[in-house]
């Protein structure tokens, strides 16, 4: 029997997902920028810096994926 | 065009004396047949009653189409007619091919369709023959005016070309409307309304032909699409997007002078022409666009139901006879509607032709492009289509994305059927995007992070870049320094709560853990410190800002010892049981000293932070 292969989320929920994951994305990004700035030489921790790029691009890709796919960009 | 028809006329014949009929077995006992040119599509349905008058069994019947109309032909099937009368039905379409039939007459194409069951002398069947033609119909004169009708020529025989003897048959020939220039007359033929009817004929030999032409107004639109590419993307995210390219032409009468929009427009000139054209749209579609190499076309509407979406399109000009035009459609389907999944394969299915009406296409191309990484690719369609493979780049993609796709020629309405690509695909597949969305962003970061490491110094022994790297180490002791302070301003904090708890409690061995706890804590605070500071003050680039540190540090000590005062009076007055009231008294000085200080150490810190 053949059964009907639908999206993984629900299309309607794709521009609340896209806001709120670019917007916790956009946070942890602010977050890695003043922490880089403000950090001097000595005291800048590479794990840190790492992980807090790693968070930033997890939100920020997915976070950009559902906008597009929210565009009408279905990828 | 009359003298040819006659010599066919007589090839027929002469070919039939000399024919001795391998098949002459079978005798078609009544045929029916059923012309339609009530638009540019020729359709003919024929009821034929098979009798197998012979004593061998027969299995197959041939139809003879003669090769004029054979090039045409678009659509032919053969189905048996079970029912009688009003409960008429018929079963599953019977196989069909073309065959070459030696010793047969030239100038004929012969089609065998194998009969459901194998036909005993004596034995009769009722078959339901459809055939659909395109580009039959010639338009004459092949120039008009705007102002003219179009008018068709249709050539036929008003007996049934078979190669089996026919006992009786009629013709029906349906037009658009009742003006008809002029039709053969034959014995038996008249025309009633919007029908021409020839027979009944009886005892008709085999390869009878008896030319008929019928000369008649048909104004329907002539709607050829030279070529339509229909481009079916599926996308897992939970879309089908349609493309569909096309490149119409009215294939009417060409027009002939030029052409006025003023006599188009106030005097409705120009009845061959069409204006609009409607295209049915699977239910809930979404991103409906329609546009050309200009851009948006904006003469269109759209309105939908729960069963269909309907797309009404214009042209940019009204199409008149040999007139161009292409344009593109877009929409978007639900993925759940047409995506299924069945024995660990997934497949669409979805509707081959073109979805608007009566539209003759001479060169179909349907793309079905799958999501990358599909694999096992089958297609099943349930006519003979030319099949071939592309690879398509779309966003995202790395690999490219598998393309089927599928081509036929002349295709009709009657080939709007469904059909199925099969392929097998790993839904993690589908997270392959996001990570490539993801591992973007993070090489963006890393190379931030490799920026900031970087030294890129030329020289890295001059006085000032010296200079810099003391300062920078300057303003990280300060920057730790400040750390301590804060983590030691945190434990002042604790070990006033626990007092502010005492009474309330009662329990002072807690209290007296928690002063134990900071006392360790502080210890190990002030080692920390002494290293820092030793740095801080033998460092040429801390001379400005020492001071304000040195006072930090000593401020923040007397607060300290302040509080450790504070604490041993308290929980000492609270053993000795003294009043509360008695308790405040003593400790009121100290508590003022503290609050001056902690306001000290603030205003010191905020200053640091500023540097």
């Known amino acids: ?75 | 065009m009359a003298f040819r028809f006659a010599c066919m006329h007589f090839l027929f014949f002469s070919i039939a004396i000399f024919w001795s009929s391998a098949s002459a077995d079978l005798v078609l006992s009544k045929v029916d047949r059923r012309i339609d040119l009530t638009s540019h599509i020729v359709r003919v349905s024929s009821s034929i009653k098979v009798e197998n008058a012979g004593s061998a069994k027969v299995s197959e019947l041939l139809l003879a189409v003669p090769d004029f109309q054979a090039k045409h032909l678009a659509y032919l099937s053969a189905s048996n007619n079970e029912g009688k009368g009003k409960t008429k039905r018929s079963s599953s379409p019977l196989p069909i091919e073309i065959v070459q039939a030696d010793g047969m007459p030239p100038n004929l194409t012969f089609y065998s369709v194998s009969l459901p069951k194998e036909l005993e002398k004596g034995d009769n069947l009722l078959l339901d023959v459809f055939s659909v033609f395109t580009h039959l119909l010639q338009p004459f004169p092949e120039e008009i005016t705007q102002a003219d009708i179009q008018l068709l020529l249709f050539q036929d025989s008003a007996l049934y070309l078979s190669p089996y003897e026919v006992k009786f048959q009629s013709l029906t020939v349906t037009v658009p409307s009742p003006r008809v220039e002029s039709f053969t007359k034959l014995p038996n033929s008249k025309i009633v309304d919007k029908e021409i009817k020839y027979g009944p004929y009886e005892n008709v030999p085999s390869f009878s032909y008896n030319p008929i032409i019928i000369h008649f107004e048909n104004n329907q639109p002539f709607v050829v699409a030279q070529e339509l590419v229909r481009e079916i993307e599926i996308s897992h995210w939970g879309n089908i997007q349609i493309t569909e390219n096309y490149n119409l032409i009215h294939g009417g009468a060409h027009l002939k002078g030029g052409f006025s929009r003023f006599e188009y427009q106030t005097r409705g000139r120009g009845v061959s022409s069409f204006r609009y054209l409607n295209v049915r749209l699977p239910p809930r579609a979404h991103s409906v666009y329609y546009r050309d190499h200009i851009g948006n076309i904006s003469t269109s509407h759209l309105w939908g139901d729960s069963r269909k979406t309907e797309l009404e399109i214009e042209p940019r000009y009204p199409m008149f006879g040999g007139w161009h035009t292409s344009f593109t459609i877009g929409y978007g389907l639900p993925l759940q509607d047409f995506l299924f999944q069945s024995e660990g394969k997934r497949f669409i299915n979805f509707s081959f032709g073109c979805p608007m009406d009566e539209v003759v296409i001479d060169n179909l191309i349907v793309k079905v492009a799958l999501p990358e990484g599909s694999k096992d690719i089958s297609v099943s369609v349930p006519f003979p289509t030319k099949q071939w493979q592309e690879v398509k780049y779309s966003h995202l993609d790395v690999t490219g994305r598998p393309v089927v796709v599928l081509q036929k020629n002349n295709v009709i309405p009657e080939y709007n059927q469904y059909f199925q690509v099969y392929y097998k695909f790993n839904s993690l597949a589908l997270l392959q995007e996001p990570c490539m969305l993801i591992v973007g962003f993070f090489l963006l970061f890393v190379t931030c992070i490799v920026y900031m490491h970087t030294d890129l110094s030329i020289s890295r022994s001059t006085p000032s870049y010296l200079a810099k790297l003391q300062l920078e180490e300057v303003q990280a002791t300060v920057q730790q320094i400040q750390k301590i302070i804060y983590q030691c301003l945190s434990i002042h904090d604790k070990l006033d709560a626990s007092l502010q708890e005492m009474p309330r409690t009662g329990d002072v061995q807690t209290c007296k853990a928690v002063r134990k706890a900071a006392d360790a804590s502080f210890k190990e605070h002030v080692k920390e410190l002494t290293t820092l500071l030793g740095f801080l003050q033998s460092s040429p680039q801390a001379t400005s800002i020492w001071p304000k540190v040195a006072e930090l540090v000593s401020k923040e000590k007397e607060m300290q010892e302040k509080l450790m005062l504070k604490h041993t009076t308290i929980v000492d007055s609270y053993e000795k049981k003294s009043s509360g009231r008695d308790i405040e008294n003593r400790v009121a000085g100290i508590q003022q000293k503290l609050t001056s200080l902690r306001q000290d150490v603030d205003d010191l810190l905020d200053f640091l932070d500023n540097i």
């Open chain 1, 1 to 75: 029997m053949a059964t009907a292969i639908s999206s993984p989320v629900a299309v309607e929920w794709y521009p609340v997902q896209a806001f709120f994951l670019i917007a916790v994305g956009l946070a942890v990004t602010a977050y890695f920028f003043i922490y880089e700035a403000t950090s001097t030489r000595k005291s800048r921790k590479l794990s840190t810096e790492l992980s807090a790029a790693l968070v930033a691009s997890v939100f920020l890709g997915f976070g950009t994926l559902f906008l597009l796919l929210s565009s009408g960009v279905y990828v």
